[in-house]
């Protein structure tokens, strides 16, 4: 995929962000863009933090969810993995090449204006708030797709019921394959980014996602 | 996917909305979900389709054929 069709996704992949993380997935790859994720490369020996820079510098979009940084329980210690990685795709902005000087980066937040309390210098940067609503990311997502690259993108209704039927279907064919409810639930996400190509593939238009 | 599969979600507005595989909006939104099941059903029956009930999420909670089930029950006979 071309620099301009890579969208680097910075977000927690455990399981209490999978409700999140699954339309954002689906929104990106309707809208005929390539997710690159820290997961993607199977290849343990390489640093992650090599590859993490690697995929930023060949993604022309970031999308950081920074909803999930702070702890929720005592003892908990606060998650940096998020913030850091921005400061990356910031920096390769900056510092980075013509081409990497046209990178664009959305930040997806729970509520507006929290994130001002702890990464004040974001001021100005383009944000969105999702609530924690699946639906949401959906609309936010696609909104700041429309402004950046997309501005023949269907509508955020069309792409959230594409993305129950693709649910449905993927549902039906993994239990065809074997697989239990848990582990539907649990796909890997690499797995699920296959899955959700090859639906949009076979069911989506093309002309209908640019 | 079959044009008569109905679907069962959560309205982010309130009730519970049922819409039809492919349609960009839903063909009734009612106040709770054992209703919306109740309403998908008796389409789905009458369509020879599938119905799944979906959470806020997307995922699956329940699902039930009236067509051409592609995982039908082992005869245990």
């Not at chain 1, 699946?134 to 955020?156: D, H, M, T």
């Not at chain 1, 959230?160 to 065809?176: E, Q, R």
């Not at chain 2, 519970?16 to 839903?26: D, F, I, K, L, Q």
Request: glycine share 6%.
């Amino acid at each position: 995929m071309a620099f301009a069709d890579n969208v680097f996704i910075n977000c927690p992949f455990d399981a209490g962000y999978s409700s999140l993380l699954r339309p954002l997935l689906f929104t990106v790859i309707y809208l005929n863009l390539k997710p690159r994720i820290a997961l993607e490369s199977a290849d343990s020996g390489e640093p992650r933090i090599r590859k993490i820079t690697e995929l930023i510098g060949k993604s022309k979009y970031g999308i950081h969810d920074l909803s999930r940084i702070e702890a929720t329980k005592k003892g908990e210690i606060f998650r940096l993995n998020m913030p850091f990685e921005l400061g990356i795709d910031v920096g390769c902005r900056s510092f980075g090449t013509r081409k990497q000087k046209t990178k664009r980066c959305l930040i997806l937040e729970m509520e507006r204006y929290r994130y001002q309390a702890a990464l004040s210098d974001l001021s100005g940067s383009d944000i969105a708030v999702h609530k924690n609503e699946p639906e949401e990311v959906v609309i936010e997502v696609r909104r700041w797709l429309v402004n950046r690259c997309r501005s023949k993108a269907p509508g955020a209704a069309k792409i959230w019921g594409a993305f129950m039927d693709f649910m449905a279907t993927n549902y039906d064919d993994l239990t065809k394959r074997g697989f239990s409810k848990k582990d539907i639930d649990n796909l890997a996400v690499p797995e699920l980014i296959e899955c959700m190509e090859e639906w949009v593939r076979k069911n989506v238009v093309l002309d209908a996602r640019r | 996917m079959k044009k008569s599969d109905q679907h069962v979600v959560p309205n982010t507005s309130g009730g519970w909305a049922v819409r039809r595989s492919g349609a960009e909006r839903a063909s009734k939104i009612l106040d709770t979900q054992q209703e919306a099941v109740r309403y998908a059903r008796t389409i789905a029956k009458k369509e020879h389709g599938e119905l799944y009930v979906h959470g806020k999420d997307g995922t699956i909670r329940q699902r039930s054929s009236f067509g051409n089930d592609p995982h039908p029950p082992k005869d245990k006979r």
